[in-house]
């Protein structure tokens, strides 16, 4: 028969070494030396089998109690442990993220073409749709269709790249104005219609700070019943503010362009200064940015409508420009230079 | 065009002299202003005096004494100038003149004898370039005494205009002051001319070209003095951006701005029989014209003849050999009009786009000549002196037919959204100068300066600019839906595939030059190979239409490596240009993608095949197809790296390295991938269809094949999943490696292999048949053999 004081003293050792012990596989360790198989308490529980019922009170009731101390204050000491000891695993296992993270890196689309969708989604968002044509176009769609007579200048060499295909030497052009894909859309579509083109279009024009033979036009038409030089005003002014992001004005003042009668410049207010003077808008207040007009009566003869019956707006607007002004670039060459140093700046 | 506020004021009583307040008027109307000059006396202290005496200077003989009467005590003063004498009138700077350029004038002795103050000549006061002495005014000019910059027509505002080609009423002093009296209801001076006629002249006109001459008229001057013209006269006309050049052209000019009516004044000594023959030049005829270029006539050209040589090109230029000079006693006067596209075309052809030019052209009012004509002689007579002679001919073989326009007055409301009553209409139109009758529709004559208006929608814009294009309405209306189209989706959807792979997007211009074709090596009968040409390219780089985006996107490499950005990763979209069947060639719109050096980001790497076939794998998932890479030699393209992209059979486009030496005509050393396609080809994808998955666990195992070289990855995993049954789950290549134990020219590739069935999990058993189905097919078709099988 082990002796009660014999058992605490045991215990009171253990407890103190699980008190200092350091890591999980030492309270491990403990644990076996306390309450294992070759433990003084496992010894004395295993004599109480042939104790007598007086030894077997007074000696069970401690070999339990010392248990249920040992067992709790290993338990105690390993969870102290182990969250020691996840802590310091995690801990070297530091990253340093501010590195440069693992990623499929992005490209940009290209700040043109981010405008492009832009505009296109503007529109769309009030139920026009996208029209598109051939940027190698026969001199009917793009001029004659267009009410641009035979003689006028933009038809001439200088201005207008022709195209070596066909018999007739001024037959097929590269498109000077997105306009004739207005005419084929006319062609084939009756009213109403309410049709963007956003498109490339080409003038002989060699490199300067604001020309490039190939830039992007974006024009809107709507033609129909009841359709009017207001709504030119409202569906622009709704354009400009989507656009710019915030409230704009616009002015419209009296213009000329072969396609509409009446013709009109429109002119917004700098989206920077609103309309105060700064240097994106030359202390102006105004930047002068579009051409638009109700539609032209022999245009839409051409196209086999009755120009009596139906009317129509159109505006084209160079979709470079927008962006440059947005932007605030100064030159058109900037947009055709594959530049990463450009390019990167427009995610 | 600049056109002077003082002026304009002289043809109409303005409210206002505040030159912004009338710019804004004037570009509410639709004549836009570009700027405004602003013009002043750039002197102070100058003042009008008369040259009592001149007596010579006692030690310098190059040099004179004037004694002048400046309003108060007779003052000598020395002067160098030559060119006046007793009783001149003259311009003195006072001691405590500023001159321009902050000179202050002081009292100095000039060898010996005070000067206080100085007499002036017009480049000493910045107003004009006479260097043949001191400025000499008219007798009478002004008192003595009296501030000359006051005398001058300053200060001025001159505005900058650009005038659209419709109006050729705007170009001219009158026609903007008619705009303007039209705007603020106010009635418009016409300029007098005063003259009286003595004798007739034996000038006579013929024309052979009615279409194109429709009017001509000639008016003789006769005993003019040719000379400089009066000091204001060359003021206005170089405020206008006119160069001053005899009293005679300068009268010409000066009616031509005023009016905006081109003439043109011959020394009629110099015309044979004093007749005058309008016709079509003779192809390469002679003319020597006004600026010194002797030309090369078209038989196009419409050219003012003598009896034999042309005088001048109609419309655009007069000839040296009639030219006023300074012995000139008889002018001719000829104001006429011409049909405007002829004019601008001739133009064009001989590089002059003159003042004349640039007023016929846009159609001059044809009942203009006869006024600008008695205009021109009265002033004529006025600045040189001379009289005019009777018998002026008007040879007006197509008699000006006016306009008339019936107005519906419902048009304005139904093209400009605005109620406009009948009676405001009919009034924008009278005070624009229209004759309005009638009640509805509007009966509308128009005025003859106003060629442009000949339908009521031209009307409708007369209307709409008096009202003023902002007072109008806003409204927005919606559309029938629509939106993108499938092809335009696909291409913006690949588009963002491609930035999110890491590709920047650039655009480039559509022209290629021949040795970029070249530089490319396709094969001679690839279409590519015959790009269309341009008729009037700009330069050689630009000669051709591109038949593929590459040369664009290898330039955008190469730039960027030569800045120093050797890692570059490009796509653009766009259409390239391929001969066809059709009136137009064939535009399909492709996407293309080139990359060199290392990519993005710390995954780090060079740019190789693989990203080639990867990028394409990336760019159709994200589009809705499954592509199939086929290795293949691909002119251009690295004979080993090189593949065609096939989706649902079809082939699309191809990918790769490009061949090293198409590499070195771009200058790349680096690596360099592509890829083309032509995406319009493709079908929109059908919607995909569910595959309940599958609650049961799957079998995973791996196989590993001995196989030659040559046998393709995606050869391989045809093979396995063609053999492997219905309820292969998936299939992916995990290995490949070289060398011992494989004999040379082998090739290990291991692939992990997953089965599954819907409705059961599937044992050992079935797998032994499949397994050896798998193997013998590898072995069959590939002649591969299972490794430690």
């Known amino acids: 028969m082990i002796p009660r004081e014999d058992l605490r003293a045991h215990a009171s050792a253990i407890l103190y070494r699980i008190g200092a012990a350091a890591t999980v596989a030492e309270v491990d360790r403990l644990q076996d030396e306390a309450l294992g198989e070759s433990s003084p308490i496992t010894a004395a529980r295993r004599s109480l089998r042939e104790a007598t019922p007086d030894q077997k009170r007074a000696l069970g009731a401690i070999v339990n109690e010392v248990t249920t101390t040992l067992a709790d204050a290993l338990a105690a000491r390993r969870s102290v442990l182990a969250e020691e000891e996840r802590i310091v695993r995690l801990a070297a296992e530091r990253v340093d993220m501010t590195l440069p993270g693992y990623r499929p890196e992005r490209g940009a689309a290209h700040l043109v073409m981010q405008v492009w969708d832009e505009i296109v989604d503007i529109f769309t968002g009030i139920g026009y749709t996208v029209a598109a044509g051939p940027e190698v176009e026969t001199a009917y769609y793009n001029f004659d269709a267009l009410n641009t007579p035979a003689t006028h200048p933009a038809r001439l060499e200088s201005d207008t790249l022709y195209v070596d295909y066909g018999d007739d030497p001024e037959g097929v052009l590269l498109r000077t104005q997105t306009s004739p894909v207005q005419a084929r859309w006319m062609e084939s579509h009756q009213p109403p219609v309410h049709i963007i083109v956003p498109g490339r279009v080409y003038r002989r024009d060699a490199v300067d700070a604001t020309h490039t033979p190939v830039f992007h036009q974006m024009e809107a038409l709507a033609v129909g019943e009841d359709i009017t030089f207001a709504d030119l005003r409202g569906t622009l002014a709704y354009f400009m503010d989507q656009f710019f992001g915030k409230h704009t004005r616009q002015r419209f003042l009296p213009n000329f362009f072969p396609f509409t009668e009446p013709s009109a410049e429109m002119h917004v207010s700098c989206h920077r200064c609103d309309g105060s003077g700064c240097r994106t808008c030359g202390n102006r207040g105004w930047i002068e940015l579009l051409g638009c007009g109700v539609v032209d009566p022999n245009v839409l003869e051409a196209a086999g409508y009755d120009a009596g019956r139906v009317s129509g707006w159109a505006f084209g607007v160079g979709i470079d420009r927008l962006a440059m002004i947005r932007h605030d670039i100064p030159e058109l060459r900037f947009f055709f230079d594959a530049d990463l140093r450009v390019l990167e700046q427009f995610r | 065009m600049k056109a002077s506020l003082r002026w304009i004021k002289e043809f109409v009583d303005l409210p206002t002299n505040d030159a912004e307040v009338v710019a804004g008027v004037l570009s509410d109307l639709g004549i836009e202003v570009e700027g405004i000059e602003r013009r002043e006396a750039s002197f102070s202290g100058v003042v009008v005096a008369r040259v009592l005496a001149i007596k010579p200077h006692p030690a310098a003989d190059k040099v004179r004494i004037a004694t002048l009467d400046d309003g108060g005590e007779p003052i000598d003063v020395v002067c160098g100038a030559w060119n006046f004498g007793e009783g001149a009138t003259v311009a003195y700077a006072r001691v405590g003149a500023v001159l321009p350029g902050g000179i202050t004038i002081g009292k100095k002795p000039v060898r010996g004898v005070m000067s206080p103050g100085m007499i002036c000549s017009e480049i000493e006061m910045d107003l004009g370039e006479e260097k043949g002495g001191i400025l000499v005014l008219p007798d009478g000019y002004a008192a003595p005494g009296t501030d000359f910059a006051g005398t001058l027509p300053y200060p001025d505002a001159i505005f900058d205009l650009s005038i659209t080609p419709n109006r050729p009423d705007a170009m001219s002093i009158h026609g903007l002051a008619r705009e303007l009296g039209a705007f603020y209801e106010l009635p418009v001076r016409i300029p007098t001319a005063v003259f009286s006629e003595e004798g007739a002249t034996a000038a006579r006109v013929i024309i052979e070209e009615p279409e194109r001459c429709t009017r001509f008229t000639a008016r003789e001057v006769r005993g003019v003095q040719v000379g400089p013209s009066p000091l204001w006269m060359r003021l206005r006309l170089r405020d206008a951006g006119v160069r001053p050049i005899s009293n005679v052209v300068d ?16 020394d009629l000594d110099r015309i044979t029989d004093e007749t005058i023959v309008v016709r079509l030049a003779r192809a390469g005829e002679p003319l020597t014209t006004l600026d010194g270029v002797a030309r ?91 009289g005019v002679v009777g018998g002026f001919v008007d040879a007006h073989p197509r008699p000006h037919q006016s306009v008339e326009i019936a107005l519906p007055v419902s048009e304005a409301g139904r093209l400009l959204g605005a109620d406009i009553a009948g009676a405001e209409q009919a009034g924008y139109l009278r005070r624009l100068g229209f004759a309005v009758e009638g009640g509805n529709p509007l009966q509308v004559v128009v005025p003859s300066f106003r060629p442009d208006v000949t339908r009521p929608a031209d009307l409708i814009e007369e209307i709409a600019r008096l009202h003023g294009y902002d007072n109008f309405p806003s409204r927005l209306v919606s559309g029938q839906g629509g939106g993108l189209g499938p092809l335009q989706n696909m291409l913006r959807m690949a588009r963002m595939a491609m930035v999110g792979a890491g590709f920047f997007e650039i655009l480039s211009f559509d022209f290629i030059a021949a040795r970029s074709l070249e530089g490319l090596r396709l094969a001679p009968d690839d279409p590519r190979s015959r790009p269309i040409r341009l008729r009037n390219p700009l330069n050689e780089e630009q000669e051709f239409l591109r038949t593929t985006l590459l040369p664009g996107l290898l330039d955008g490499l190469r730039r960027n490596v030569q800045r120093n950005r050797p890692d570059v990763a490009l796509f653009e979209v766009g259409s390239v240009f391929l001969r066809g069947e059709g009136v137009l060639p064939e535009q399909p719109r492709h996407l293309a993608f080139a990359a060199t050096g290392a990519r993005r980001g710390r995954s780090g790497g060079d740019y190789e095949a693989g990203d080639a076939a990867g990028v394409a794998e990336v760019l159709l998932t994200a589009l809705g197809h499954q592509a199939t890479i086929v290795q293949a030699a691909v002119p251009g393209l690295h004979p080993g790296r090189a593949a065609f992209l096939e989706v649902d059979g079809r082939r699309i486009g191809s990918v790769g390295e490009i061949d090293p030496l198409v590499a070195a005509a771009w200058d790349l050393e680096n690596r360099v991938v592509v890829g083309e396609f032509d995406l319009a080809s493709l079908e929109a994808p059908a919607p995909a269809p569910f595959i309940m998955p599958s609650a049961y666990p799957p079998v995973v195992f791996d196989l590993a094949f001995d196989l030659a070289e040559e046998v393709a990855a995606a050869a391989l995993l045809a093979t396995v999943g063609a053999a492997a049954g219905p309820f292969l789950e998936s299939l992916a290549i995990f290995d490949v490696f070289r060398g011992e134990p494989l004999g040379p020219g082998r090739k290990s590739v291991a692939v992990r292999l997953a089965f599954r069935a819907p409705d059961r999990t599937m044992v050992d058993g079935e797998l032994g048949p499949i397994r050896r189905a798998i193997s013998s097919r590898v072995t069959d078709d590939l002649g591969g053999r299972l490794r430690g099988g």
Do not use: C, W
């Not at chain 2, 009268?251 to 011959?266: D, I, K, R, S």
């Open chain 2, 251 to 266: 009268v010409t000019n000066y009616v031509m701005l005023e009016l905006g009516q081109p003439l043109h004044a011959f």
């Open chain 2, 296 to 386: 090369s006539l078209s038989a196009e050209d419409l050219v003012i003849a003598g009896v034999d040589e042309p005088l001048g090109l109609a419309g655009i230029m007069g000839g040296g050999d009639s030219e006023v000079s300074a012995a000139t006693t008889r002018v001719l006067i000829e104001v006429a009009h011409f049909e405007p596209t002829r004019v601008l075309l001739s133009g064009k052809r001989h590089g002059l786009r003159t003042e004349a030019v640039s007023r016929f052209e846009r159609g001059v009012d044809p009942e203009l000549p006869p006024a600008a004509s008695a205009r021109a002689a009265s002033l004529m007579v006025e600045v040189a002196g001379g």
